[in-house]
């Protein structure tokens, strides 16, 4: 025995059985016109209910792996998803890169399974690891991956938070990510990873270390040159810095002395401001002196872009 089947329409009206009709069954059969009505009506407002509430009414528990997150739900989530439908969910295991979702596998019984797709975040880039380590929800939209549909990440706490990196001179209350203050904070690209300039000179003898530096800014801004000692063995002649292009120096207290700031007594830190302009490579030169017997030189430095109208 066949089941009447469903559409996902609200009939404008229920058909009246007029006593001239006959008592006809099948597909097309007048006796099973109302009920394929009251059918598709109940699937119209299921589907709305689902739209509106998803399944968050239940948090099922994830299974798959932590990178390819499955959760079965009751009543059986079915395919076409309807656009903005939530799925919540508890993970076994944090995401340690992109991520799929599956609300059905197809492992229970009477179920069909939907294929996985891709996992975003509020800023609609893939997950890159650590969004996910407990309770989740997600919500289906039909515009990512390409258009070929996906879920957005619109709970999980515990989790990394992702977002849209503001402008970069944006001053206003819009959440400041991690690549917005990386940008901000722009390091000198001529600057070691560790961010100091560390130079040996041999026992008895006095010498220099230069380091060159340079910085292409994507803006019009101004560059705060930050210097300190880094060793109380540290005693130096003089720091220096030229620019031979590309910036102008605002001010300058880089130690204009020995002894009058970079001592191995007050650690003196010191600080150069460069204005720069948008596209303009900047190129310097940044010299320690050292002409005391002292066997080392050791100086900090780093660079902060600040970029502005």
């Keep these: 025995m066949a089941n009447l089947s469903e559409s996902d329409s609200f009939d404008a009206g229920i ?45 099922a528990t994830a299974a798959g792996k932590a990178n390819a997150i499955i959760a079965n739900y009751t009543p ?7 656009d903005g439908a939530c799925f919540a969910f508890r993970a076994t295991a944090a995401n340690t ?11 229970v019984a009477g179920t069909t399974a939907i294929p996985p797709l891709p996992i975003f975040g509020a800023d609609m880039n893939a997950l890159a690891g ?9 919500r289906y939209s039909t515009k990512v991956n390409g258009g070929n549909g996906g879920y957005v990440l619109v709970e999980n706490p515990g989790g990394i938070q992702r ?6 001179p944006d001053d206003s209350s819009a959440v400041a990510t991690t ?16 961010g100091q300039l560390v130079g040996y000179m041999v026992p008895g003898a006095s010498g220099s270390r230069s380091l060159n530096i340079s910085f292409t800014p994507p803006q019009n801004g101004t560059i705060m040159l930050n210097c300190q000692a880094v060793s109380s063995t540290t005693v130096l002649n003089s720091l220096s810095l030229g620019i031979t292009s590309g910036g102008t120096i605002m001010g300058n207290n880089l130690g204009p002395g ?3 700031f970079w001592t191995s007594s007050n650690m003196g830190v010191g600080t150069a401001i460069i204005s720069v302009t948008a596209g303009v ?15 080392d030189v050791g100086v900090g430095f780093w660079g902060l872009f600040i970029p502005h109208d």
């Design 15 to 59: 058909y009246q059985l007029e006593t001239t009709d006959a008592a006809l069954g099948g597909v097309n059969g007048v006796m099973n016109t109302q009920g394929k009505s009251f059918a598709n009506r109940t699937r119209w407002l299921y589907n709305r209910v689902i739209a509106l509430l998803g399944f968050t009414s239940q948090y």
């Design 76 to 82: 059986a989530a079915t395919a076409p998803i309807n």
């Design 97 to 107: 890169g992109p991520a799929t979702f599956t609300p059905c596998d197809g492992s």
């Design 130 to 138: 650590g969004e996910i380590t407990g309770q989740a929800r997600l």
């Design 163 to 168: 977002s849209i990196t503001p402008p970069a």
């Design 179 to 194: 690549n917005w203050v990386r940008f901000i904070a722009a390091l000198l690209s001529d600057f070691s990873q560790s």
């Design 258 to 260: 020995a002894g009058s």
């Design 281 to 295: 490579q900047l190129k310097g030169t940044l010299t320690a002196n050292n002409g005391t017997t002292n066997s």
